[in-house]
């Protein structure tokens, strides 16, 4: 018992284990800039931690990869609407990085209710020699002022400042979902249940309402928004998932009101397949343009489909994720994990998606090769520089010695949320407050990022370059 008093001392320190993780240290969203140098995870208690990967050395090219801390900051506080008597939790919801023009970054966060923009910057001088105030930083009395001074810049020790530059709330009723940040990078948009709101990111105190779904009678509600994406390079297009499985392309040169969808995604239902899970498993989680504005990929309970934009009756490509949970929705209904909401991800050529599963499983599959490989994000292979082994689940029969079967999966832990670097194969998949950063195995010679593609280099074979814990931030 004193050893494991003494372990878990240390895991608080920097490593937290998954038995002893508070609710608010529970990772809510991870996300990648454009470049790939930051990368920012957001948890329930509204805290905000941002990685710098290594810079890349040749006396060290082993550490090329490594992620880490460079800034943590408080986001969003737990609030109390009066008028309507509800809490609203300070959970980040989604974050979203703007492309960086100068020196500093920026990134949207949100909560259910308030989008925040945040400006990350550095400072490594300080102002000295003030005529009106002495070096504590008082007020110094004009009478006894009788020589003027310049002021001068001092060299300081580096310091990463987090401050909020806009705050754009009291637009949603309902809690919001997504934010996407638009190509022309003057507007964004920020989703809820059942609206979608335009906003300009220089103007905090109205929005434009793009999309209204709202019935005039609540009872004859059918569908909700659950996630909407602008399109990469068409600033005038965005996208916009619902919770009956379909896909709606709005185009905002038609009509100030999006209400009429230029293109709708749907695929027929197979009427021998339907059962009381139907409308519930259908139900998209996550919507993504890949990176040349030519698909969309949507992500459901059971499966990853990629759509491609000039055909709406069917998906040009439908991957199974879990295939093997259909038999356990019962259960799965009954814990409520059939409610989870998936993410997915492209890689940076669009060849590759990623997405999660149950016990701490994330699936990849490869759209030229049509392979797929489950890997797992665990503390027990988590060993700097270990190589990833694929993982099988058996479905009833004999099971192998490497597989594990579908009875003995963990529901607890689920990968919900994943990224990929925009340009290189480095993964990050957040496991409840466990954040993974993965690489593709490369040579100890090599200092080049590697071209390698996932569908060319032999599946598993993952380098984990960083396993860290996320914990609970002060």
Partial sequence: MEEESDTRKINNSFLRDHNYATEADIISTVEFNSSGELLATGDKGGRVVVFQREQESKSQPQRRGEYNVYSTFQSHEPEFDYLKSLEIEEKINKIKWLPQQNAAYFLLSTNDK???????????????????????????????????????????????????????????????????????????????????NLWNLEITDRSFNIVDIKPTNMEELTEVITSAEFHPQQCHTFAYSSSKGSIRLCDMRQAALCDKHCKYFEEPEDPSTRSFFSEIISSISDVKFSHNGRYLMTRDYLTVKVWDLHMENKPLETYQV?????????????????????????????????TGSYNNFFRMFDRNTKRDVTLEASRENSKPRAILKPRKVCVGGKRRKDEISVDSLDFSKKILHTTWHPHENIIAVAATNNLYIFQDKVRETELEPSATPFSCSPYGKLLMRCSRSFPGWK
Wanted: glycine share 4%.
């Fill in 114 to 196: 308030t989008v925040k923009l945040w400006k990350i910057s550095e400072r490594d001088k300080r102002p000295e020699g003030y005529n009106l105030k002495d070096e504590d930083g008082r007020i110094r009395d004009p009478t006894t002022i009788t020589t003027l001074r310049v002021p001068v810049l001092q060299p300081m020790d580096l310091m990463v400042e987090a401050t909020p530059r806009r705050v754009f709330s009291n637009a949603h009723t309902y809690h919001i979902n997504s934010i996407s940040v638009n190509s022309d990078l003057q507007t964004f948009i920020s989703t809820d249940d059942l609206r979608v």
């Fill in 322 to 354: 879990h295939d093997y949970l259909r038999g356990k929705l019962c259960s799965l209904y009954e814990n409520d994990c059939i409610f989870d909401k998936f993410e997915c991800v492209w890689n940076g050529s669009d060849s590759v998606i990623m």
